[in-house]
């Protein structure tokens, strides 16, 4: 017989947890979401193909509806990219915006205090309360500053092109807002 346990070493939750906490919740999420299906969905549909009789119903936790909370169209991580493409958004409009999509979801929870920038989720391996503040700020895809120079340094053409069209874009960015 062969039994299996998966440790969730990598989940925790802290006083304040930040965009990278929920990134570390979410990976152990996907971990046990593919413990589940490999060895009790998958496991269990093979016994039945064979005709073997487990002799026993296996029962477990899963955790699909808290992966789709977080990582498909219309979840939080898809309302975070929305948002970091408009224009004055907040992170307060973002959790404004992840509460009314989700507040009937059994798996969010969210704090009774109007203008919080905290939300919760019920994870696999217990409740975490995320503060969203910094949250659009760091989903923001910017290249490091020396990303330009160093391009432009390359012995490869294409590249020096790339590097030149980045840092005008920059210039011109940095001209516009001054």
């Known amino acids: 017989a062969f039994f299996g346990v998966l440790d969730i070493a990598g989940f925790e939750s802290f006083e304040r947890n930040s965009l990278e906490q929920l990134f570390i919740n979410l990976s152990n999420e996907l971990l046990q979401k593919h413990f589940n299906e490999h060895f009790f969905k998958m496991e269990l549909q093979e016994y039945k193909a064979e005709g073997i009789e487990v002799g026993v119903e296996v029962k477990y936790q899963d955790n699909s509806d808290i992966v789709t909370l977080i990582d498909s169209k219309g979840g939080i991580l898809s309302i975070l990219d929305d948002e970091a493409l408009i224009p004055k958004t907040t992170d307060q409009t973002f959790v404004s915006k992840v509460v009314k999509a989700h507040t009937t979801n059994a798996r969010f929870t969210t704090t009774k205090l109007g203008g919080s920038l905290n939300f919760g989720i019920k994870h696999f391996a217990g ?15 910017k290249l490091p500053d020396e990303a330009p120079a160093l391009l432009q340094a390359s012995s490869l053409s ?6 030149a069209k980045i840092a005008d874009e920059i210039k011109e960015a940095e001209g516009g807002t001054r």
């Not at 409740?127 to 895809?141: I, P, R, S």
């Open 127 to 141: 409740q975490v309360t995320y503060d969203a503040a910094g949250f659009l700020e760091k989903n923001v895809a």
């Open 158 to 163: 294409v590249l020096k092109e790339v590097g």
